[in-house]
């Protein structure tokens, strides 16, 4: 293989029998292997951990004619004037087509004119349309192990015929984080250092900013995310702002993470502490005006202040109440004396009629009516007893007679 290609390439195997990692495949890619007819399948996992790899292996297998394309270079125009004569089709990153472009694949591979091997970093069940996804076999792929770095950065080593110490094995390995392709361009980076400069803490102080990878575009993102809130949510706030650093550090685009940081104001902190929503909402702007990276620090303020808030997801809870009920039963019609009577025949039809103007009364509060009739009495808010939310139902509990007892 030729040495101007970039060592992450060639070291990929041409036999299923030296592929490193996804041991708990194993028995499922041998039997892929020595099947009749080979199924499209859709390959997902985190960056460099084989994807490709083992769907090019799998073409190659088959002994068919295959072509390797790349979703974000192959238009439809593209992929129509390529598949003549393709039985095979190897694709990476199904996820950057839209739901339109993927349709493309579907009479293909339904009628077996095509079988199709993508992969995917993004978690098939957002990134690929139902309608594809059922007809393709998916395989999640897992990081490589430490122990399967160590064997490919020694591997990566012979090939550049450099020395490979267990002990940079093993830094190189920790710092790629289960990523194959990176371990082999860290090997490659090492080797072409000058030969003083290979001693361990040298390396160390020369490697590139490697030490932490977030993927935007794959489950972990969503992961790291789904942390955060949940953190944010139990009232941890050292686990939080870990979080939030693991997502700032791997390059996330801080406007993700306001968004949901004004969400879980919204929702886990809700009316138990109103001025939460205002914080995120002004670290949202504030955000957007100081930039990066010194947004970083009223991001780190208002994740602490929601971990240290006190929580009540009452509104939210009172939205899907009522969400329910017209789910269930439909919409009921607004009570005439509510409608507006915008025209004449709005008025003969009793638009309006009795209604009564709260500011015109004591408090600027009068007994009356405004769920629909079929729905009269009915509860979809229930407040909780957190925070400030007390105090703001106070009045409210005293005008409707609610007692805390029938929370």
């Known amino acids: 293989m030729s040495v101007s290609k970039p060592l992450p390439e060639r070291m990929r195997p041409d036999d299923l029998a030296l592929f490193l990692g996804q041991t708990h495949l194993g028995s499922r890619l041998r039997s892929l292997m020595q099947a009749k007819r080979l199924p499209s399948l859709l390959f997902f996992g985190p960056p460099g951990c084989g994807k490709s790899t083992l769907a090019l292996l799998l073409a190659k297998g088959t002994g068919k004619t295959f072509l390797r ?7 439809l125009q593209h992929l129509r004037r390529s598949l003549s004569g393709i039985e095979i089709l190897v694709l990476d990153e199904l996820h950057r087509f839209s739901k339109a472009q993927q349709d493309f694949f579907l009479p293909l591979v339904e009628s077996g004119d095509l079988t199709l091997l993508a992969t995917t970093t993004e978690n098939p069940s957002f990134s690929v349309t139902r309608q594809l996804l059922s ?4 395989l999640r792929l ?6 399967e770095l160590v064997e490919l950065a020694r591997r990566g080593a012979m090939d550049l015929q450099v020395e490979m110490p267990d002990e940079l094995a093993e830094l190189l390995a920790g710092v790629a984080h289960g990523d194959a392709r990176t371990l082999l361009n860290l090997v490659e980076y090492v080797a072409a250092l000058p030969s003083d400069l290979r001693e361990i803490e040298h390396i160390k102080a020369a490697l590139p900013e490697v030490l932490v990878r977030h993927d935007k575009d794959g489950d972990n993102h969503y992961e790291l995310a789904s942390a955060l809130i949940k953190s944010i949510r139990g009232s941890d706030v050292d686990a939080a702002l870990y979080y939030l650093a693991c997502l700032l550090e791997g390059g996330e685009d801080p406007r993700f993470i306001c968004r ?9 902190v809700g009316l138990a502490d109103p001025n939460a929503l205002q914080l995120a909402v002004a670290c949202q702007q504030a955000v957007e005006f100081v930039g990066m990276p010194e947004g970083f620090i009223p991001l780190a303020e208002t994740v602490t202040y929601l971990a240290l808030a006190r929580k009540s997801n009452a509104t939210y809870a009172a939205y899907l109440n009522a969400q329910r009920e017209i789910k269930l039963n439909g919409s009921h019609p607004v009570p005439l004396h509510l409608r507006n009577p915008s025209t004449q025949m709005h008025k003969e039809w009793g638009y309006g009629k009795e209604y009564k103007y709260p500011h015109n009364y004591p408090d600027s509060w009068i007994q009356q009516t405004y769920l629909p009739q079929e729905l009269e009495g009915r509860r979809f808010y229930q407040p909780r007893d957190n925070g400030e939310e007390p105090r703001l139902t106070q009045w409210w509990r005293r005008l409707h007679k609610i007692k805390k007892t029938e929370e």
Request: hydrophobic share 40%.
């Open 142 to 147: 897992r990081p490589l192990g430490r122990t």
């Open 260 to 268: 949901r940081l004004i969400l879980s104001a919204s929702e886990d």
């Open 135 to 138: 007809r393709l076999h998916v």
């Open 69 to 75: 394309l790349s979703a974000p270079e192959a238009g």
